[in-house]
């Protein structure tokens, strides 16, 4: 995730905030949803961000069910590689890039695309 831009200057990262959900069983990250308020200082409290997070995981046709919620500051998910949570469920470890060569192969059938 780049910084983001308004109007040509970088908004600050203090204005932004990020909920991850995640399942405690192995630390896969499900979902990360995030916000930026450019006009309350305050923000958004961390039970509303994390209520906006499920609704929209649920939106995309996520399971929310047994997740837990970890908030973070928006640099932890800008790292690159994908992210995971760790045992004790209080930060992320990331995991580096896969290339295209690494990667597994697929396991699903590609779609007919008629």
Not at 18 to 40: A, Y
Not at 71 to 91: F, T, Y
Request: charged share 25%; hydrophobic share 30%; glycine share 8%.
């Amino acid at each position: 995730m780049k910084t983001q831009h308004l109007q040509g200057k970088p908004i600050s990262d203090d204005l932004s905030q990020v909920c991850i959900l995640f399942d405690p069983k192995d630390g896969r990250v499900v979902h990360v949803h995030g916000s930026t308020m450019l006009h309350l200082k305050s923000g958004l409290a961390k039970s509303e961000l994390e209520t906006r997070a499920r609704k929209h995981a649920e939106h995309f046709g996520k399971s929310v069910a047994g997740l837990k919620a970890l908030h973070v500051p928006i640099a932890e998910v800008r790292k690159n590689g994908r992210l995971r949570v760790n045992k004790s469920g209080d930060g992320l470890v990331p995991s580096p890039p896969q290339s295209i060569r690494n990667r597994p192969a697929q396991t699903t059938a590609p779609r007919d695309r008629r």
